[in-house]
């Protein structure tokens, strides 16, 4: 009696979350007054009737496998720049001479500048100043 009991018990826990898990959900496709089109759980007020859907899971779904191996290769990309970027400090030297050489060029495009141009020329003028200016803010205050 008591075997027949544990069955019928361990059956409805099998069963259940099966059932629940494959509970159908109607979507309905609604064009609204304003012309947008609207995706919803309950009908429309025109009385339409759901959609078809070819695959009515929702949630997560499992990567194809094209897409796991695309996913593998960022994340050891990420890995060894993560790695690198970590190693990477430079000596107090190192970035004083650095720092010391984006002045030099700096002041070689403000000169540049100052001295005149050709037209071609001004747009990568102004943008090299830039960027040396935003280095100098940024690495050698």
């Given amino acids: ?5 544990c069955f019928v018990a361990s059956a409805i826990f099998l069963v259940v979350p099966f059932s629940v898990s494959r509970a159908r959900v109607d ?3 609604c064009e609204l007054a304003d012309g947008q089109i609207s ?18 899971r929702s949630g997560w779904s499992a ?13 050891e990309k990420a890995k060894t720049h993560h790695r690198k970027a ?6 107090p030297a190192k970035v004083n001479k650095s720092c010391w ?5 700096l002041e070689a495009v403000r000169s540049r500048l100052h001295r005149g141009y050709k037209l071609d020329e001004g747009d990568a003028l102004h943008r090299k ?6 280095y100098l803010r940024q690495f050698c205050s």
């Fill in 39 to 56: 995706y919803q759980q309950t009908p429309c007020h025109g009385g339409s009737k759901p959609m078809k859907l070819r695959d009515q």
């Fill in 129 to 134: 100043r830039d960027n040396f200016e935003d």
């Fill in 101 to 105: 050489n984006k002045r030099k060029q």
């Fill in 1 to 5: 009696m008591r075997t027949l009991s």
């Fill in 63 to 75: 990567l194809r496998p094209g897409e796991k191996a695309l996913l593998k290769g960022y994340r």
């Fill in 86 to 91: 970590s190693t990477r400090q430079a000596s």
């Fill in 27 to 29: 979507v309905y496709r």
